[in-house]
Structures are given as C-alpha cells and as structure tokens.
C-alpha cells in the first residue's frame, strides 16, 4: 500500500483572495445595475402619475355629465368614490371608480375646483416625491411629466 506524503496531497477549493475578488467584481456589477435601474424606476413613476391624473380626468368629467356639476373642492375626489354628504349632493349619482389611486409615493392626490393652475376647469395633482405641497416637484394635470 503506497502512503501519502504531504507533498503529494492535492489541494482544492478556493483561496481567500480568489473568493474576495470574485464578490467584488459581483458588487460592482450589481451597483452598477442598480444605478441604472434608479432612473427607469424614476420614469415609471412619472408615466404612472400621468395616467392616474387622466383617469380621475376623465372619473370627474364623467361625473360632471351625470350630476350636472363639478364636485367642489370640499367634496374632493372622494365624490367618485362614494356619495358625497357635503352640499350640493347629486340626485343622480353613481361612483365612477372603486377607490381613489394613491400616488407612487404613497399620498392621496389633491383636488382643487375650480383650477388655479391648469387650463381646465379643474386642478388634480400629487404634491410629488418630497411630500411638500406647492414647489416645483408637484406633478398636475397643469404640466406633463417627461420620461427622462
């Protein structure tokens, strides 16, 4: 029978720097994913409010064409929703969406009537990523977002 010496022994596996490297070049490329990913997630955001502002756009002028008016302010988005309580109440009322969307953010969106900001007769806008209303971050029906 033929014995082993330590010279003989035949290592595998990896080292410690062969596996160190191997992560690095993995985080690198990952980062690099993630900050090209940031601004696609940023775009979809943007489109999303777009389409969220035409949507309600089009609940209220359903809503106008049924109930003979506008909701007013203090009645809010919530009048496409439920029937409001809130002076003057439709006699013939119907909701128009299930519930109201929130923004990507995770806000409720404003409404305003009649508009101060929009060429329409009413205003529907998110106060945007910031969360404060009234700076230049606001998306509305007044100003289209552009996918960057």
């Known amino acids: ?14 080292t410690l720097i062969e596996i160190v490297i191997t ?7 990952a980062s690099g994913s993630i900050y090209l ?10 489109t999303r409010v777009d389409s969220d502002i035409q949507a309600i756009g089009l609940a209220l002028q359903s809503y106008e064409s049924r109930a003979l008016r506008m ?9 496409l929703v439920e029937k409001p309580v809130i002076e003057p109440i439709p006699e013939n ?5 299930e519930e109201m969307p929130k923004d990507p953010w995770g806000a409720a ?7 101060q900001k929009s060429k329409k ?6 106060m945007g990523p910031n969360g404060q209303d009234g700076d230049d971050d606001d998306m509305g029906n007044w ?5 960057k």
């Open 1 to 14: 029978m033929k014995t082993r010496t330590p010279h003989s022994i035949i290592r595998s596996g990896f």
């Open 121 to 126: 007769r009413f205003d529907v806008w998110t």
């Open 23 to 29: 992560l690095t070049i993995i985080a690198i490329l």
């Open 143 to 147: 100003k289209k977002t552009v996918a």
């Open 93 to 97: 009322y119907r909701a128009f969406m």
């Open 37 to 46: 990913l940031k601004g696609q997630i940023d775009s979809a955001k943007d």
């Open 71 to 79: 909701p007013t302010t203090e009645q809010g988005l919530a009048a």
């Open 109 to 115: 969106y404003k409404y305003r009537f009649p508009a």
